[in-house]
Nanobody
Framework: QVQLVESGGGLVQAGDTLRLSCAAT????????MGWFRQAPGKEREFVAA???????YYADSVKGRFTISRDSAKNTGNLQMNSLKPEDTAVYYC???????????????????WGQGTQVTVSS
């Protein structure tokens, strides 16, 4: 069993940066792929980024070049560095984890075994 807790959200201005963190509890987190998703009001949840258990990262086109996903398996944490934030990045951001060798593929298909409770990111113009 894995529990995920996000932190680091907040209210920022366009062009600012934020760093989201995801703290995981449970054994064998290093064997999970982890990812970030977001859901804006009135919109469906969308994939943001994922990182495989081997450290290969994947991004949605809308954040590529601005966001960076990372993980520290020794500390059971994951991060999402968000630069050059835009008002359209406003959403609740969720951390997620998926098991298996191809967990990162599952995450890109929005299939996860574990989800965090979410953290609000608001970007003002």
């Amino acid at each position: 069993q894995v529990q995920l807790v996000e932190s680091g959200g907040g209210l920022v201005q366009a062009g600012d940066t934020l760093r989201l963190s995801c703290a995981a509890t449970g054994r064998f987190f290093s064997t999970y792929a982890m990812g970030w998703f977001r859901q804006a009001p009135g919109k469906e949840r969308e994939f943001v980024a994922a990182i495989s258990r081997n450290g290969v990262s994947y991004y949605a086109d809308s954040v590529k070049g601005r966001f960076t996903i990372s993980r520290d398996s020794a500390k059971n944490t994951g991060n999402l560095q968000m630069n050059s934030l835009k008002p359209e990045d406003t959403a609740v951001y969720y951390c997620a984890a998926a098991t298996g060798l191809y967990g990162h593929i599952s995450l890109r298909a929005q299939k996860a075994d574990y989800w965090g409770q979410g953290t609000q990111v608001t970007v003002s113009s």
